[in-house]
């Protein structure tokens, strides 16, 4: 059932804004800060999660899911190269990516990205052995969710919350079935009201997010909120700066994206 | 007198690549990091540093210096206002700003740029009182000394290497002694190698870089080593990708720089 919440109440009711983005990387540091864990710390803990809130380890490989938002043109020929800036596209999976591999050179990671423009859910469950499973991630981070909404707004799909949510509870299932060790980040799906973005979209597109998140509160290690972060966003500059057209990200956007990406992750905690 | 080293050695004289980009977080964080400490952090203390490797304290006031990188397109007119979006331009400042205060909002920072494209080091100096003094910076960042290289090698300027360490070191001497509670971040210049920059910028460039990073152990609570940064970055993607014509980082080259300055800065540790 979806939560009645805005963004910001939603990121303010874990202990403060702050807290609740940094709620995974503290409460494993065993730093003191007095937010609630919202995320399945045993679960994690008994999926070998390293120290110090860091979800990473040496030789780990990193796939980056999700539709166009996270494909950003990547090159399909150079796919099964890791690493490889084509492959990577030119989004938030890219400028993470590559600030990690470069803040953090001869840790042998491998980075992939298989984003797939236009993707829904289920389409990710259609090409998961290929496209997932086969490549062993020990960390994947999805991003899924604005097309599952956005596509019924023409009449040319009928997906409801309902199955997007059973649908991502049942990829991820399968996921750590088949990847026990497999450390999960889910990204919230995130508009910016601008662009293709209108009335229209609200609050329907709300009740995703609040699913994706619950699935995250059921499955993921991470949570990377990037909903209330453009929300804080906008009050910084007009939402054309981050996504001309209320769903795909700018350089600046993007940017941002990755700075959370990577705090989310741990790997920009020193 | 430059030291003969390589922007990669010298990064791993200091315990390795990552114990010297985080020297400054992990020294003070009190991890058990075993690298040396190159900064003056008794003389940070009693400047009144943070806790936990931060620099920042609430309502501080954050200034970027330097040169058309840091300038980056920025607006004159807006240029009073602090962390309004034009006036913060297009580049690093803009990228690191917003995504400190969209990570930490109600904080009061106020982030301002200053930089003017074609500055060199005695530039800054000439207008330090209106555009550094006089906004009493609580956290001032200073990337100087492309140009002061760079604009030699048409004999318009006349300048050495030698001139641009006394300028600088003279420039940030006035500067804590007109505000002994600054912290000071200073950025290693950098090129890539493309575009403009071609055999004749070396060794001599190398130079004016470890000319920066003497006054930065001489005077800074922070390093910003963007040219080792860099010279990884370039083992991901062709230079082009970071700086098209050698000199003013892309997008996706402003993006690392904003890790990075994040990082240095400790606002990114959690």
Not at 192 to 198: F, I, M, P, Q, W
Not at 201 to 228: E, G, L, N, T
Request: glycine fraction near 10%; charged fraction near 25%.
């Amino acid at each position: 059932m979806p939560e009645p919440e805005s963004p910001r109440e939603d990121a303010l009711g874990h202990g403060g804004r702050r807290g609740f983005l940094k709620t995974s990387a503290l409460a494993l540091a065993g730093v003191g800060a007095v937010v609630t864990v919202p995320w399945p710390v045993a679960e994690a803990a008994r999926a070998g999660r390293p120290k110090r809130g860091r979800l990473l380890a040496r030789n780990d490989v990193i796939l980056f899911q999700g539709d166009s938002i996270t494909d950003a043109g990547r090159s399909r020929a150079e796919a099964a190269t890791a690493n490889a800036r084509g492959a990577l596209g030119s989004g938030y999976a890219w400028l993470a990516g590559a600030a990690l591999l470069v803040d953090r050179p001869g840790e042998g990671f491998q980075v992939y990205n298989r984003g797939i423009s236009g993707n829904k859910v289920f389409q990710l469950a259609d090409r998961w052995g290929v496209d997932c499973l086969d490549l062993k991630p020990k960390l994947l981070s999805i991003l899924i969710g604005v097309n599952d909404f956005w596509h019924t707004l023409d009449g040319k799909y009928h997906g409801t919350v309902e199955i997007y949510e059973r649908d991502y509870r049942t990829l991820l299932e399968r996921t750590r079935q088949a990847l026990p060790q497999i450390r999960l980040v889910i990204c919230e799906p995130f508009v910016l009201r601008c662009g293709a973005v209108n009335e229209h979209w609200f609050p329907s597109f709300d009740q995703y997010r609040a699913a994706a998140k619950r699935v995250a509160k059921a499955y993921a290690d991470a949570f990377v909120p990037f909903q209330a972060m453009f929300e804080e966003a906008v009050r910084l500059a007009p939402p054309e700066e981050w996504a001309k057209d209320g769903v795909h990200p700018t350089g600046a956007g993007a940017s941002l994206m990755a700075h959370f990406w990577l705090e989310a992750v741990g790997e920009l905690a020193g």
